[in-house]
T-cell receptor, first 112, second 114 residues
Framework: DQQVKQNSPSLSVQEGRISILNCDYT??????FLWYKKYPAEGPTFLIS?????DKNEDGRFTVFLNKSAKHLSLHIVPSQPGDSAVYFC???????????FGKGTKLSVKP | DTGVSQDPRHKITKRGQNVTFRCDPI?????LYWYRQTLGQGPEFLTY????????KSRLLSDRFSAERPKGSFSTLEIQRTEQGDSAMYLC????????????FGEGSRLTVL
């Protein structure tokens, strides 16, 4: 039973446009939400996070939005660049767990 | 390089053999995690340590899997009597307990069981 769902396995975007990656979670006890990026043959790297007391966090071209009532978060990348092409994992933390729970990932391709 | 390092990067073994992976975390990090990743899936949590204490191990996939972190430094993950279904990427990550959600991952150890 998936606690973190990324329903889009892949996304293709033109360079310069906005990329929107989505994530849904099931447990309202989760209180910290993160996005990781993974290039081939590398481990995931932390990208951006948001705590449950906020609804938006911005870091340069990356913004994460949290909708607690819908148990939904999204990652916006604008403008998208070819170097952003990677697999993006949504992850949640909190509740009774001391570990991150990851979604299956969305493969983003940014076309020049 | 002061990142998380894992060894070996690749391991090919025959079914029934034992394998051991090593992880050296970032030195100032007191938490160390093991995850497994298979094709098309996100990292799947296995176990984690805070210093030398193993705080969660119920997610280890079977009693063939065990992990240690002697002296709270490096860690080893052992898989006994490997099966073909154990073929996966085994990822190690470390973090500070106060920033427990922000994991720093190694490049992983890929296991292929023939």
């Amino acid at each position: 039973d998936q606690q973190v769902k990324q329903n889009s396995p892949s996304l293709s975007v033109q360079e310069g446009r906005i990329s929107i990656l989505n994530c849904d979670y099931t447990n309202s006890m989760f209180d910290y939400f993160l996005w990781y990026k993974k290039y081939p043959a590398e481990g995931p790297t932390f990208l951006i996070s948001i705590s449950s007391i906020k609804d938006k966090n911005e870091d340069g071209r990356f913004t994460v939005f949290l909708n607690k009532s819908a148990k939904h978060l999204s990652l916006h990348i604008v403008p998208s660049q070819p170097g952003d092409s990677a697999v993006y994992f949504c992850a949640v933390y909190g509740g009774s767990q001391g570990n991150l729970i990851f979604g299956k990932g969305t493969k983003l391709s940014v076309k020049p | 390089d002061t990142g998380v390092s894992q060894d070996p990067r690749h391991k090919i073994t025959k079914r029934g053999q034992n394998v051991t992976f090593r992880c050296d975390p970032i030195s100032e990090h007191n938490r160390l995690y093991w995850y497994r990743q298979t094709l098309g899936q996100g990292p799947e949590f296995l176990t984690y340590f805070q210093n030398e204490a193993q705080l969660e191990k119920s997610r280890l996939l079977s009693d063939r899997f065990s992990a240690e972190r002697p002296k709270g430094s490096f860690s080893t993950l052992e898989i006994q009597r490997t099966e073909q279904g154990d073929s996966a990427m085994y990822l190690c990550a470390s973090s500070l307990a106060v920033r427990a959600g922000e994991l720093f991952f190694g490049e992983g150890s890929r296991l292929t069981v023939l």
